[in-house]
């Protein structure tokens, strides 16, 4: 079965970096419709990168210029570098996959991993 799990979170000063990791597993991996999202407490979950069907990258505004997506799709692995950090960027960091076909994306994630905490102090 579809399987992802996140490591690298932890607690930083703000301007520091993570690079947050998730291992997929139970799917052929191609890097295609794979993202990165977040939820911090009392909030709404909201995307902050992904990969789109055709292998471009998106970001939220809200990082653009400190976060970037990555991936070693060799090894199923999809990373998300995060530098300057912030005290907002404190939150819970989910990898999700959605379905992948003919070079688009389904409309929806449906796959997602447990999560990783990321705490940023001022």
């Known amino acids: 079965q579809v399987r992802l799990v996140e490591s690298g979170g932890g607690s930083v000063q703000a301007g520091g970096s993570l690079r947050l990791s998730c291992e997929a597993s139970?799917?052929?991996?191609?890097?295609?419709?794979m993202g990165w999202f977040r939820q911090a407490p009392g909030k709404e979950r909201e995307a902050v990168a992904a990969?789109?069907?055709?292998?471009?990258?998106s970001y939220a505004d809200s990082v653009k210029g400190r976060f970037t997506i990555s991936q070693v799709i060799a090894k199923n692995i999809l990373y998300l570098q995060m530098n300057s950090l912030k005290p907002e960027d404190s939150a819970m960091y989910y990898c999700?996959?959605?379905?992948?076909?003919?070079?688009?994306?389904?409309?929806?994630?449906?796959?997602w991993g447990q999560g990783t905490q990321v705490t940023v102090s001022s």
């Open positions: 990969f789109s069907g055709d292998g471009s990258t």
């Open positions: 139970g799917f052929y991996y191609n890097g295609r419709c």
């Open positions: 999700a996959k959605r379905s992948y076909a003919w070079g688009s994306c389904g409309r929806d994630y449906n796959y």
